[in-house]
């Protein structure tokens, strides 16, 4: 076994808010079911254990799995970001000549120039079965991670990728299989590859393909199969010289010895693991599609991104198999991409695939470190913005995948990690320290203008004016301004907790430093302190102030209160021509943000219309072609998956700010709702009951000692709680709570449904925006 599934399969941390044991998993209601046939890869049901993949596919009497393995990378770069010039300073000056020529020749180019960096797929398994069976239809479990294949006669296939060992098993029922293969993955003759050698010996059959990452490197995909009475059993694995000096040797002991475990034993494994990763929490809302969406985003989260293995990039562990190399290299994107990625995992509680993300970038300080120091010139750490597996950059439109900015929302991921867990060593350990490293890099960067504003030399906006000279706005535009501002803010907050106070301090004046972000109570928030958003666009990056940071919101001020409206009619006025898939999901969490679950609603129906494949994936144009995007593209990629979990969550738990806000965005038509142990910022368990559109009970549960704060958004009824000392504060409940403590409250829920008077913060179908008191 290699040392990323050792990991996968060492002991769990604690989890410092772990909850209820016996919470069910997602109901077989809402399993993925598809008709047969499925006829091409990215239709396919998704198995996954965040270190291997297969997308389980077919028609006929075929059946087709397609393999990938999350570390398998073409790691040779492009000999450009090698020479002396290739530099931040650079980039600076050829703006200021204004030599758009040479900035493409030297930044900009680059990704497309050359087919590597590249994730690379693994190949293909194919069955044909008996000539008297016929695929019927394809089902994953969410419960158990288990992919079906029905067949005419009744009986059917299972698959399922195992969640504690590095193979897929396969039990195929009725007659021996006319023919089993392993295909090698045609696409890696676009890198010059050499044909993969296969071979077959005692019922075990194998692929080897020679490779490049810079230096030598082959992996191996091996299959075995046994046969019993009734049906056939098959063990697949992928390994490569990162587990041992003979990959095909290992794969074959591997998948043989797995085998020999028995497909019923290995499956007691895997599900184990699965009841364990479901019981973090539940929840459940009256629109089975939406549930649906929902169990289908935090799947992918046990399926794609676990401890020991890598994160998730663009695809996941389901790269292309279609002859093509996977869309945008299957990289980590980190203007939006891998930050929504990971949007939604603090809330369901599943800290270990949250911490995948957070252990990988910790591993790579080392290298971000040195990048700092040779593209930008700094102390500290920087993150290329688009990157490989090993952390080195791609090349691409530098307004974008060289914004320094991009780095400081990945901070603020630790962050909320911490927040969530209130895990004292994983700040003092690793958020901290990871972030002021990223801070220090930035704070080098920045300059003071004639007024004393900390300015940087360059500044855009993803992706605003995509890679003109357009793109380079006035400093600081409002996604600098504000990925700055969170960072600044939440290294004081970590700094005050570790007692650091001159540190602290200095974080704070950083902050100060900043000035105002570009805003205006008719406009709303603007791209730069000179330029409005005057046209649809997929990238809502001027507005993080309201989500995700909650730099403002519709309960500070009354300017505050005046801009995020204006924000919003102006989405509503310039519409969505210009969005692509994860736009819809993404203005969902944001009008959710700001209290107005009808139009997160609408713009949740819409992305799953129009911009999902039959399998759930995100897809990034409007397949529909019903006029929601002038986009019809297909490639999929997995962050609209995500935001649209978290959407759900904005809609039923919100605790920014140190307040907990039960059922902060329900939409109208949701008459009813309830969650189990969801968790929210400070450490706490949250549990709801919402019956005729109100809250008819809650409980908070403290993972440690402090003062738990719940807004009161119930309607004029009064809590009757389970303790005294709840005392009422300014529009919020508040009382002190030991560790381990429980606090309840029950609400006469009202006998029917109430009339759908429902809040807008834009201009939605005519409705009037209400005031604001």
């Known amino acids: 076994m290699n040392r990323r599934m050792q990991r996968m399969n060492a002991p769990r941390p604690r989890d410092l808010t772990a909850g209820n044991e016996t919470s069910l998993p997602p109901p077989s209601a809402v399993n993925l079911k598809l008709k047969a046939p499925i006829a091409t890869w990215d239709e396919a049901v998704p198995l996954g254990n965040g270190l291997m993949g297969g997308l389980l596919w077919g028609e006929g009497n075929l059946i087709r799995l397609s393999l990938d393995r999350g570390d398998l990378w073409d790691l040779r770069s492009h000999p450009e970001m090698e020479k002396k010039g290739w530099t931040w300073k650079t980039m600076q000056r050829l703006v200021a000549d204004g030599n758009a020529a040479e900035l493409a020749r030297r930044f900009n180019q680059l990704y497309h120039q050359a087919p590597f960096p590249t994730k690379l797929p693994a190949g293909r398994f194919e069955i044909q079965l008996g000539a008297s069976q016929r695929i019927q239809c394809f089902e994953l479990s969410f419960a158990t991670a288990t992919g079906r294949v029905a067949m005419t006669d009744g009986s ?73 009475a009734h049906e056939t059993v098959i063990a697949l694995t992928v390994t490569s010289l990162d587990d041992g000096p003979d990959p095909l040797a290992l794969g074959r002991r591997r998948a043989q ?117 040779r593209f930008y010139g700094t102390p500290g750490a920087a993150v290329p913005s688009v990157m490989a597996i090993n952390g080195k950059p791609l090349g691409g439109a530098c307004m974008y995948t060289l914004q320094p900015t991009n780095a400081a929302w990945l901070g603020y991921l630790f962050y909320q990690h911490w927040r969530y867990t ?31 504003i900390l300015k940087l030399p360059l500044s855009s906006s993803p992706e605003i004016h995509n890679h003109t000279m357009g793109a380079w706005l006035t400093p600081n535009s409002n996604y600098d301004h504000d990925c700055l501002a969170a960072l600044f803010g939440a290294l004081a907050e970590m700094a005050d907790c570790l007692g650091r106070n001159p540190e602290a301090s200095a974080w704070r004046r950083a902050l100060a430093g900043l000035g105002e972000r570009a805003a205006d109570t008719k406009k709303g928030l603007m791209l730069s302190p000179d330029e409005v958003l005057v046209e649809s666009h997929r990238h809502f990056s001027h507005s993080m102030s309201i989500h995700p940071f909650s730099l403002m919101s519709m309960e500070g001020s009354e300017h505050d209160r005046a801009i995020i409206q204006a924000t919003c ?30 139009a997160a609603l609408r713009h949740l129906d819409t992305y799953q219309r129009a911009f999902t494949s039959r399998n759930g994936f995100h897809v990034n144009g409007d397949q529909l072609k019903a006029g929601y995007s002038e986009f019809f593209y297909r490639p999929f990629t997995l962050e609209g998956n995500f935001l649209a979990a978290q959407a759900v969550h904005e809609m039923l738990l919100q605790s920014w700010g140190g307040v907990i806000r039960l059922f902060p965005a329900m939409p109208w038509r949701w008459h009813t709702a309830s969650f189990d142990d969801l968790r929210a910022e400070g450490g706490y368990r949250v549990s709801a009951r919402w019956k005729n559109n109100a809250t008819a009970w809650l409980r908070v549960v403290a993972n440690q000692a402090g003062m738990a704060v719940i807004r009161d958004n119930f309607n004029g009824c009064a809590p009757q709680w389970n303790r005294a000392g709840v005392k009422k504060n300014r529009g919020n409940w508040e009382v002190r709570l030991r560790a381990g403590e429980a606090l309840e409250a029950r609400m006469p829920a009202p006998r029917g449904i109430a009339p759908n008077v429902t809040f807008h913060a834009g201009v939605n179908e005519g409705a009037k925006t209400p005031g604001l008191g």
């Open 257 to 373: 010895q797995f085998l020999a475990r028995g497909f019923e034993r290995m499956r007691e494994e895997h599900e184990a693991w699965w009841r364990k990763f479901w019981s973090s929490s539940r929840l459940s809302i009256p629109d089975r599609k939406h549930l649906k969406n929902y169990y289908l985003g935090q799947y992918f989260y046990g399926a794609g991104s676990r401890l020991g293995a890598p994160p998730t990039p663009l695809q996941g562990v389901w790269t292309a198999d279609n002859g093509e190399l996977p869309p945008w290299k299957g990289d980590y994107h980190h203007d939006l991409n891998t930050q929504m990625t990971y949007a939604a995992y603090h809330t369901a509680g599943h800290f270990d695939e949250g911490r995948c993300l957070l252990d990988f970038l910790w591993a790579l300080l080392p290298e971000f470190r040195r990048f700092a120091r």
């Open 422 to 452: 209130m895990d004292k060593g994983f700040l003092r350990h690793r958020a901290y320290p990871w972030c002021a490293e990223i801070g220090r890099s930035l704070l080098s960067l920045l300059e003071p203008d004639r007024k004393g």
């Open 569 to 598: 009619r102006r989405y509503d006025l310039l519409g969505t021509r210009k969005w692509v898939g994860f736009s819809f999901p993404w203005m969902a969490c944001l009008r959710a943000r700001v209290g107005d679950g009808e």
């Open 156 to 228: 059917y296939a299972e698959f399922f990728c195992s969640a504690v060992a590095p193979v897929i098993l396969a039990k195929i029922p009725g007659p021996l299989p006319r023919k089993w293969a392993l295909t090698p993955p045609s696409a890696v003759a676009k890198l010059g590859y050499p044909v993969a050698t296969t071979g077959c010996k005692d019922n075990v059959k194998w692929i080897v393909q020679d490779a490049s990452q810079g230096r030598e490197f082959r992996y191996a995909v091996v299959a075995a199969a046994r046969r019993y």
